[in-house]
């Protein structure tokens, strides 16, 4: 018999591995393939950490190591590591549809818990989603908080386009009820909105964690006047995220492509009662190329990534100060699978990267930076299938840093698709 080589043959008889496999991640350090609203404390506070050499290197180390559940899935995707003495990364997210009356309609949660270039975010987002016609759905979601003030207002609708591809569309107000609700004092002159649109095919339409997806996330330019802060702000942003996957006969490749542009005006009111004009830019981009070979049993695989980070003017007023940060950071990366029993895994990964480090603040305050050099790290993540069936992975992740031989931090892991 004349074996089958077609190219869904292959598919078929891969896939299973390749979801099982670590090293076969969509990872970003700027944007993510779900929306991003506008935040208040994002624009008025900022970010209250002064990143070290080694944040971003961190970060992506201890980026999500399974496919599923992919941003787009239902299910708990967690990752949390160490990033200094004193600070903890975290990315959680608990999605789970809770659907009824045939799965025309659904109730929806989704716990967010993550942080972004400006700082941390949490979200409580409960909602309902309705089958309005045979391919089309319609979404009412809120980010709901005891302070009504802060709750954010989702209105979404989705449409099926064929062969499992879909298109989503949002529409969010943040801090819908602000102005009323608010006894702060703080109002907004122009309310803030943002826009997600995102497409997503499935590779063969077969499995949402391979293929493409497209996100866009637009907040339109909002003015917030805070009196607790003493101060004006303007801020309009657009970030963007590619992820894309080509399944060949024995590799698997995969490009994530992210990129961010946020602008914003401050009118501060000093303590001698003159106002200061500052402004902010930050550009990001990000490109991450990464090759798996699939038939061999060790799962070699290898990436390069690229990060480029330009953030200049006034930070908020977590750090108060005006500075210029330009970050270029190169890197290749790389991971073998070895499986020490059917349910236990040891992955070694290594990072090697060169740092362009140029950073300068107003006021010093052991702020400024000047770093050019090689870091590096090796992680060894061990792996635990909790289930097999439901694809449960429990992730423990061990590190050294190759440029000052000590301790790099660790990570731990949960990924359980719902």
Not at 108 to 130: A, K, N, P, T, V
Not at 140 to 161: C, E, M, N, P
Not at 216 to 245: C, W
Not at 300 to 326: H, K, W
């Amino acid at each position: 018999m004349t074996p089958d080589l077609s190219f869904m043959s292959l598919y078929r008889r891969c896939l299973p591995v390749l979801l099982l496999s670590s090293s076969l991640v969509h990872a970003n350090i700027g944007p993510d393939h779900i929306p991003q609203p506008w935040r208040t404390e994002a624009v008025v506070d900022g970010r209250d950490q002064n990143f070290n050499a080694v944040r971003y290197l961190h970060e992506f180390s201890y980026r999500h190591s399974q496919r599923h559940p992919a941003p787009t899935e239902s299910g708990i995707r967690g990752t949390a590591g160490s990033v200094g003495s004193d600070v903890l990364y975290l990315d959680f997210r608990y999605r789970q549809d809770f659907e009824f009356n045939d799965g025309r309609q659904a109730f929806m949660l989704d716990i967010q818990r993550g942080e972004d270039l400006d700082g941390l975010y949490e979200r409580q987002i409960f909602g309902f989603r309705h089958q309005l016609m045979e391919k089309t759905e319609i979404w009412l979601q809120g980010d709901v908080t005891a302070d009504k003030s802060t709750a954010d207002v989702y209105f979404s609708v989705r449409r099926y386009l064929g062969n499992e591809s879909w298109l989503h569309a949002s529409w969010i107000l943040p801090d819908t009820y602000f102005n009323t609700k608010s006894d702060t004092g703080d109002e907004f002159d122009t309310e803030p909105a943002t826009a997600f649109l995102q497409w997503h095919q499935p590779l063969n339409g077969a499995d949402d964690a391979l293929g493409t997806t497209l996100s866009l996330n637009y907040s339109p330019e909002a003015v917030i006047v805070s009196e607790t802060s003493q101060l004006r702000a303007e801020s309009e942003s657009f970030s963007a995220a590619l992820t894309h996957d080509w399944l060949l006969p024995n590799w698997l490749l995969t490009m994530d492509v992210a990129g961010e542009r946020t602008r914003r005006a401050y009118q501060l009111n000093q303590a001698e009662g003159e106002v200061k004009a500052a402004d902010f830019d930050r550009y990001l981009w990000e490109l991450t190329l990464q090759a798996t070979y699939i038939p061999h049993p060790n799962r070699p695989s290898v990436g390069l990534r690229y990060l480029s980070v330009r953030e200049q003017g006034y930070f908020g007023r977590n750090l108060d100060d005006v500075g210029d940060i330009d970050r270029r950071e190169p890197m290749i990366f790389g991971s073998l699978r070895f499986a020490i029993s059917e349910r236990a895994f040891f992955t070694p990964e290594i990072y090697a990267s060169y740092v362009n480090i140029d950073q300068r603040f107003e006021s010093g305050r052991n702020r400024n930076r000047d770093e050019n050099g090689f870091i590096g790290k090796l992680a060894f993540p061990f792996e635990y299938l909790m289930s097999a069936e439901d694809r449960a992975v429990l992730t423990i992740s061990p590190s050294i840093l190759l440029h000052e031989l000590r301790f790099g931090g660790g990570n731990l892991q949960v990924h359980w698709p719902l």
